[in-house]
């Protein structure tokens, strides 16, 4: 257990709507990643928070969005769904902004259909 | 920009015989490297990690790396292979500085035969 929370483990959801993931970072970590796993891309990072500011961006789609709230969880907001954004969905989360190892949750299992 | 190279996107071995994964990875600045292994349906575990300093790094479960600057390599080894180990293994990278986002390589899934 690596001490992040992901909620909901799976969801399966039609396309066009809207669905958020919820992450919970090691107790003591500021830093929460957001990566996304599909067999075509691999893994893929795609955005960073720091102590609720953000950090980093990677190939993330206009149609996702993200936050960090003072309690430092996170949410991951998927909209407009396609076929394509089905994928697991990881959050993982370090003690600070750099290169310290980063702790993986179980991840979220997107399917749209 | 960096990215990572694993050789081999599947990897047999016997019980009991070496296990070799291979990273290559491609960075303009001095990176810091990890290896990563994901189980079945389970998030990904963090097996090693080289930052600074000494160039073979030892990590969980009996596996070990060595960052090879010459060579752009950071290959995983373990010398005895066990059953618990198939999984799949990731290979990344990320660079010093204010961000840690990971690179990840595609991915090596170890089988390994009794």
């Known amino acids: 257990d690596s001490g992040v929370t992901q909620t909901p483990k799976h969801l399966i959801t039609a396309t066009g709507q809207r669905v958020t993931l919820r992450c919970s970072p090691r107790?003591?970590?500021?830093?929460v990643y957001w990566y996304q796993q599909s067999l075509d891309q691999g893994l893929q990072f795609l955005i960073q928070y720091y102590n609720g500011e953000e950090r980093a961006k990677g190939n993330i789609l206009e149609r996702f969005s993200a936050q960090q709230f003072p309690d430092l969880h996170s949410e991951l907001n998927l909209s407009s769904l396609e076929l394509g954004d089905s994928a697991l969905y990881f959050c993982a989360s370090s003690v600070d902004a750099g290169t310290y190892e980063q702790y993986f949750g179980p991840g979220t299992r997107l399917t749209v259909t | 920009a960096q990215s990572v190279t694993q050789l081999g996107s599947h990897v047999s071995v016997s019980e009991g015989a070496l296990v070799l994964l291979r990273c290559n990875y491609s960075s303009s600045v001095p990176p810091y490297l990890f290896w990563y292994v994901q189980y079945p349906n389970q998030g990904l575990q963090l097996l090693l990690k080289y930052t600074t300093g000494a160039t073979l790094v030892k990590g969980i479960n009996g596996f070990e790396a060595e960052f090879k600057k010459s060579e752009t390599s950071f290959h995983l080894t373990k010398p005895s292979a066990h059953m618990s180990d198939a999984a799949e293994y990731f290979c990344?990278?990320?660079?010093?500085?204010?961000?840690?986002?990971?690179?990840f390589g595609q991915g090596t899934t170890l089988q390994v035969k009794p």
């Open positions: 990344a990278v990320t660079l010093s500085g204010n961000t840690g986002k990971l690179i």
């Open positions: 107790s003591g970590d500021l830093s």
